[in-house]
């Protein structure tokens, strides 16, 4: 009997990068809720954001959002929140140093104003306004500067920071893979884990994931640096949503029904 799970990043990946639309994967995401597959999302969104598409999915079993520095968990009546990053608070303090110490220049996302916001993000109105409230997890632009010295100057100061598809990101050492790696366990060491990213920031759960999928970008190349990190990896036949419905179902193939109880 084989009991598998999908964990799968969003923007770029199961939403389309640019649209945030999924309907091309939403009969494959039925499937999945039919037969009781957990469906955890693993992305750098907001629980504001993935809430109301965990509600229409019917997706009930874990959220990872912030990119690993919140897990929210299903007790049958309400999320139940897990913080693993450091605070919003600590975080902004650590970007002002981060500037001090490297001369760098940089523009905080959930600081900006609305138009330079959604000139970033892709985002308007209420789904803007969603994005920007973050708990573990600080968003960023950098104006100026060497990447490199943010990096190293984050690390020296117990940080990590990221690249995602829009933004860096500035969060606490343990990230997307120590959350995944968490909700794991909850499932069971039995459970075969099928992952989808298709950003560098990815790499942290895909690479120890029984099948990594990298979902490739609009021009239907992966992200180098993210198959870089995960050689091992398939890419699905197609960008975003559509993408993911076909690697979904040819895994469905290969493993067989996932056999979780009704």
């Known amino acids: 009997m084989t009991r598998w799970a999908v964990f799968t990043d969003l923007d770029g990946t199961l939403l389309d990068g640019s649209t945030f639309d999924l309907e091309p994967a939403r009969p494959m995401l039925d499937r999945l809720r039919l037969a009781n597959v957990p469906v ?5 969104k ?35 929140f897990e913080s693993i990053g450091p605070s919003g608070d600590e975080l902004r303090d650590a970007i002002e140093e981060i500037q001090r110490r490297t001369g760098a220049r940089v523009s905080r996302y959930v600081a900006m104003g609305g138009a330079e916001a959604a000139g970033y993000s892709g985002l308007t109105g209420e789904s803007l ?41 500035l969060g606490g050492p ?21 992952a989808l990213g298709d950003a560098p920031m990815d790499a942290e759960f895909l690479g120890f ?51 979780w109880p009704a």
């Open 129 to 169: 306004r969603r994005s920007q409230r973050r708990r573990s997890s600080e968003p960023f632009i950098l104006e100026s500067g060497s990447v490199q010295e943010v990096v190293g100057a984050a690390a020296t100061m117990g940080f990590r920071v990221r690249r995602g598809g829009r933004f860096l990101h």
């Open 46 to 80: 907001t629980f504001d954001e993935v809430e109301p598409l965990a509600r229409d999915l019917g997706l009930r079993h874990a959220l990872i959002m912030e990119s690993g520095g919140t897990i929210a968990g299903w007790d049958g009546h309400e999320w139940l």
């Open 209 to 259: 994931a029984d099948v990594p999928i990298i979902v490739p970008h609009r021009d239907g190349a992966p992200d180098p640096d993210l198959l870089r990190r995960v050689p091992h990896a398939r890419v699905a036949p197609a960008p975003g949503p559509a993408g993911w419905a076909a690697a979904i179902d040819a895994v469905w193939a290969e493993l067989g029904d996932p056999q």
């Open 40 to 44: 955890v999302p693993v992305t750098s």
């Open 174 to 194: 343990s990230g997307k893979g120590e959350a995944v790696a968490r909700v794991q366990e909850k499932l069971g060491r039995d459970v075969t884990m099928v």
